[in-house]
């Protein structure tokens, strides 16, 4: 079964710190995978998409590497503000023509002023 | 910029009633997507529509569920016969070309 896991599960960081969050998927021959922001009680928010051909992607102070021989992607946020504070969660689709992803679990995220 | 947007935002129904949630894609987008996400736990995939027919479903996604694309720009999701187990956040999503997924704020369903 393909599945996606995400650690940890909670962070909580001082302003300012560089840090990283966590995503592991089961069978390395992915399509594509994004990692989505969520504020509670609210949508979700497309940060960065890594295809499978990729190995980074960045976005401001976001940068997202992909290494699928170890099922393995990380997302780097330099500098953390209070605003970065949200769930990220990490999504994965094995699928080339539907592209429906499997969500993980997230990580909730608090970054302290 | 443009966006999905969902309605309603909240709605309240009586078991075994009928709900249908409506979506708006992005315009030039032509993968459309219903998730869903059951207080606390993950996002869910239920169905991927495209060229006016489903192309992926869960197992999810039963007899009860249906999806439509009424017109050129809405996109619904019908559940029959609510059961309390159908409650959750329910995430609209579409797809242009390019592999971006992007979804709308999510209608919450409350099954009582």
């Known amino acids: 079964k393909q599945e996606v896991t995400q650690i940890p599960a909670a962070l909580s960081v001082p302003e300012g710190e560089n840090l990283v969050l966590n995503c592991s998927f089961t069978?390395?021959?992915?399509?594509?995978l994004q990692w989505f922001r969520q504020d509670p009680g609210k949508g979700l928010t497309s940060l960065l998409l890594?295809?499978?051909?990729?190995r980074e992607q960045t976005s401001g102070r976001l940068n997202a590497s992909l290494d699928k021989s170890s099922g393995r992607s990380t997302l780097y946020i330099a500098a953390s503000q209070p605003g970065d504070s949200a769930t990220y969660l990490c999504?994965?689709?094995?699928?080339?023509?539907?592209?429906?992803?499997?969500f993980g679990p997230g990580t909730r995220l608090s970054v302290l002023p | 910029e443009p966006e999905v947007t969902q309605t309603p935002s909240h709605q309240v129904t009586q078991m075994g009633q009928e709900v249908i949630l409506r979506c708006v894609p992005i315009?030039?987008?032509?993968?459309f997507y219903w998730y869903r996400q059951i207080l606390g736990q993950k996002v869910e995939f239920l169905v991927s529509?495209?060229?006016?027919?489903?192309?992926?479903k869960s197992e999810i996604f039963d007899d009860q569920f249906s999806v439509e694309r009424p017109d050129g720009s809405n996109f619904t999701l019908k559940i029959r016969s609510t059961k309390l187990e159908d409650s959750a956040m329910y995430f609209c999503?579409?797809?242009?070309?390019?592999?971006?997924?992007?979804f709308g704020p999510g209608t919450r369903l409350l099954v009582l």
């Open positions: 999503a579409s797809r242009g070309d390019r592999e971006t997924q992007y």
């Open positions: 069978d390395s021959a992915i399509y594509n």
């Open positions: 890594i295809q499978s051909s990729q």
């Open positions: 999504a994965v689709t094995w699928d080339n023509y539907g592209q429906n992803f499997v």
């Open positions: 315009s030039n987008h032509l993968y």
């Open positions: 529509f495209y060229n006016n027919e489903i192309s992926e």
